[in-house]
Nanobody
Framework: QVQLMESGGGSVQSGGSLRLSCVAS????????IGWFRQAPGKGRERVSC????????FYSDSVKGRFTISRDNARSTVFLQSNSLKPEDTAVYYC????????????????????WGKGTPVTVSS
């Protein structure tokens, strides 16, 4: 079966850094675009960053642009999100999402058969 497993979350002081990882099993990762989404209490799901199948194209939300970097290592079936200069407003549960049939470089957010979500890793940034 398909599984996405996030790790690397935790608690950090404002201005600190975390590297989130997403390891995929049961799929050939090179056939999937990957996105990172986050959700904070009382807020909707927010698209943070996406990366194309070959890693050649990326997307960042305005809120994280210049601070976060997404990358992938298809040989190791792993996607990373390097998160620097963290702010309290970055506090959320972070999810990785894989989509084999995306319209662009970001995964679809609906309930689709070929879209897979991890269980999330929590990030807490204190001031």
């Amino acid at each position: 079966q398909v599984q996405l497993m996030e790790s690397g979350g935790g608690s950090v002081q404002s201005g600190g850094s975390l590297r989130l990882s997403c390891v995929a099993s049961g799929i050939a990762l090179n056939y999937y675009v990957i996105g990172w989404f986050r959700q904070a209490p009382g807020k909707g799901r927010e698209r943070v960053s996406c990366i194309s199948k070959d890693g050649g194209s990326t997307f960042y939300s305005d809120s994280v642009k210049g601070r976060f970097t997404i990358s992938r290592d298809n040989a190791r079936s792993t996607v990373f999100l390097q998160s620097n200069s963290l702010k309290p407003e970055d506090t959320a549960v972070y999810y990785c999402v894989a989509d084999r049939m995306p319209p662009g470089i970001c995964p679809r957010t609906g309930d689709f058969e070929s879209v897979y979500w991890g269980k999330g890793t929590p990030v807490t940034v204190s001031s």
